[in-house]
């Protein structure tokens, strides 16, 4: 049956036991992120790494493991100290990496400070400024919570962006993660793959605000060295809120969301590491 929870090993992941020596005769891939890796509001099959797996066993007719060591909450510059303090120990035939465009907040993130700055505006809302009239009617409160949202938005969009600047101390902590995450890939002749998520809280269309993100991602990976998979293209034109776990409340990927990540990353793979199995004759086949 399947596998359903959240199974914790031994080292606090959330993964199936996993020693550092790898089997004979198997072939492994480590994957490494935050709380779109591990899978936060999905089950645990559904996340991408379990699927990926399951998937690279079906399409090539190998026995694959995938070793999740996502946690929620990292950042690049974690992740890399994690490469290189525990990952490569488990003998990954290629490393690779869910990167979410927060990777770049800095400990004084700007989601964090939006919240406050909501809930200090909303709570002045509530404290009787407002004229008792207008308060009581209903087309004044929509338009005004729909001007209010909107002035938000416009404010994340340029602050998220911000934080991407050439100089801004999080994009620079993460630039200088990749390339280290580069350099050791490349010491021990693993590949690195580097798969780019969209935030999913806007439209997936032209109307995207962060397109210029990925790109600005995906070059400073391929310069450390990795392959790259930006997987907006594979979500464009999907309505936003059938990907995420809750519209209303929780904007990570659902099972559907991480479904279509780990083709891509399946079919990626395909280049990145060339299988020894019958590759062609399962090309087709999407992960269970």
Request: hydrophobic residues 40%; charged residues 30%; glycine residues 10%.
């Amino acid at each position: 049956g399947a596998r359903r929870g959240t199974p914790t090993n031994s080292r606090g992941y959330r993964d199936l036991e996993r020693g550092p020596a790898r089997p004979v005769g198997v072939r492994r891939a480590l994957a490494l992120g935050d709380s779109f890796t591990w899978g936060a509001g999905v089950e645990f099959d559904d996340a991408w790494p379990q699927r990926l797996e399951r998937g690279l066993k079906r399409r090539r007719g190998e026995t694959w493991e995938v070793v999740s060591l996502a946690r929620r909450g990292m950042d690049t510059a974690e992740e890399a100290r994690q490469l290189a303090d525990e990952g490569l120990s488990y003998g990954p035939e290629v490393v690779i990496l869910g990167y979410c465009l927060n990777d770049s907040e800095d400990a004084q993130g700007w989601e964090r400070r939006r919240a406050g700055e909501w809930a200090q505006a909303r709570a002045e809302r509530q404290s009787g400024q407002a004229p008792p009239l207008a308060e009581r009617s209903a087309l004044y409160r929509f338009v005004r919570d729909r001007l209010w949202a909107t002035l938000q938005n416009r404010r994340f969009v340029e602050n998220f962006r911000a934080q991407y600047a050439d100089d801004y101390p999080g994009w620079r902590a993460g630039r200088a993660a990749l390339a280290d995450m580069g350099a050791r890939c490349r010491e021990r002749r693993v590949p690195l793959l580097v798969a780019v998520f969209p935030l999913f809280g806007s439209p997936l269309d032209e109307r995207y605000p962060f397109a210029d993100l990925h790109e600005k991602v995906a070059r400073a990976a391929r310069e450390a060295g990795a392959s790259v998979v930006d997987l907006l293209p594979v979500y464009r034109g999907v309505r936003w809120d059938l990907l995420v776990v809750d519209a209303e409340n929780d904007e990570h990927p659902n099972e559907i969301a991480h479904r279509m990540a780990a083709q891509a990353l399946l079919t990626a793979l395909d280049e990145v590491v060339p299988g020894a199995g019958p590759v062609a004759a399962h090309g087709g086949a999407p992960p269970p």
